[in-house]
């Protein structure tokens, strides 16, 4: 049996990430687990699916690298692409024009949570 994980679930402290720290986790149980991350940018937080549109690997370097060191954008560890943190979007690879798949989070008290 699958059960996505509710609205309100507790996805990390806001103090977890760093000014544009990420951190990747998992969602879900069975068929509706899902492997995403969470990324701030100043007091910001987005969430995304950890699969890159070129190929649906998962982007990160080593646990919780997602944000490239240079141009504070989130990079695709696999072929370089590069996203925007603000919505996701490939600005730069082999998957220019597409865009990461959006996770509804927000930040309640000092908790990441699920919208």
Request: aromatic letters at 8%; proline letters at 5%.
């Amino acid at each position: 049996m699958s059960r996505l994980a509710p609205q309100g679930t507790v996805l990390c402290p806001l103090s977890a990430l760093d000014d544009t720290g990420a951190k990747g986790l998992f969602v879900g149980e069975g068929d509706a687990r899902q492997n995403i991350f969470v990324v701030r940018e100043g007091d910001a937080v987005f969430g995304y699916v950890n699969s890159c549109p070129h190929v649906g690997v998962p982007l990160e370097f080593e646990d919780d690298e997602f944000i490239s060191e240079f141009g504070g954008e989130i990079l695709c560890s696999t072929h370089g692409a590069r996203f925007r943190i603000s919505d996701g979007y490939c600005v730069s690879g082999p998957c220019s024009g597409d865009a990461l798949e959006p996770v509804a989070v927000r930040v309640e008290g000092d908790n990441v949570v699920l919208v």
